[in-house]
């Protein structure tokens, strides 16, 4: 298998052209990755070594951006809550929209626009060195050595990002509830065991899982269909980004919109 995309005469050819490649290119690394692991021929060394990378580069940004997504969580819901004289339901708000939105969007973020871009200039750079036209030439499986172990580590990483962004938000948001607002914890901590549900964090991770392989698919895809040297593996990031954002949110909508069906609300069955 060679990794060059065929010339389209045209911006919506050019799309459609990568839109088809791209869906044929998941099929193949899912289809890889399977056998790959029945086989016990996934490279467990490779494995590891990306799942502390994309783990050291993704946990500290996680977590600084979801801390102030809580106190602004915090902030506009105490501040709508004071006015209509709802200030204890607080912890409900914050088990819909950090549990139920905010942390799996978080990790989505983190492993589209930190991990992946960092899977892609990976990548692009062994294309434009011809480390991976070698790797061909001597007959190893490109998918199964470099994209296979990578899909695994980016759905380890975003579990464990999932939980600890959850956490995180959800501690910022009760701490802000009770030093700054001056409300009591019982109240927070009452609503929040009433309105929050197991499945809804078990759906953040379920999301988080499927934003890791949607952003790492793309990356992987980009990077290894990189040419023009330096400028184009630049390019082939930047594309990487914008399309897994684009893709995680479109993911986002349809996950969010089969859980409310699936999943009714409480208080309503």
């Known amino acids: ?6 010339t389209a005469k045209g911006p919506l050819r050019e ?6 490649y791209l869906i044929g290119f998941a099929v193949q690394a899912f289809v890889t990755l399977a056998r790959a692991a029945a086989r016990g021929r996934l490279s467990l060394q490779e494995t590891v070594s990306q799942t502390l990378f994309i783990g050291r580069v993704s946990t500290a940004p996680s977590l600084l951006l979801m801390v102030p997504i809580g106190v602004f969580v915090a902030v506009s819901v105490g501040e709508l809550a004071g006015r209509i004289g709802a200030g204890g339901y607080s912890g409900a708000v914050v088990a819909f929209v950090i549990v139920g939105q905010a942390s799996a969007l978080v990790c989505a973020l983190m492993m589209a626009g930190v ?20 790797m061909e030439v001597m007959g190893l499986d490109v998918v199964e050595r470099l994209v296979a172990p990578r899909l695994v580590a980016s759905m380890v990483v975003s579990l464990a990002l999932c939980a600890m962004v959850t956490f995180g938000g959800v501690m910022a948001c009760y701490l802000y509830h ?16 009433q309105y929050g549900r197991t499945s809804d964090f078990v759906m953040a991770l379920v999301k988080a899982a499927v934003f890791a392989l949607t952003s790492t698919l793309v990356a992987t895809f980009k990077g290894l269909h990189a040419k023009g040297g330096p400028r184009g593996v630049a390019d082939a990031v930047n594309e990487a980004v914008v399309i897994a954002f684009a893709l995680v949110f479109i993911v986002n909508t349809v996950l969010s919109a089969l859980y409310t ?9």
Do not use: N, W
């Open 1 to 6: 298998m060679t990794y060059e995309l065929p």
């Open 15 to 20: 799309v459609a052209l990568q839109g088809g």
């Open 115 to 134: 991990a992946g871009s960092a899977i892609c200039t990976d990548l692009g750079s062994r294309k434009i060195r011809e480390e991976i036209d070698a």
């Open 178 to 193: 009770i030093y700054v607002q001056h409300l009591p914890a019982g109240a927070f901590l009452a609503t929040f065991s």
């Open 261 to 269: 069906v699936i999943v009714p609300a409480v208080g309503a069955y």
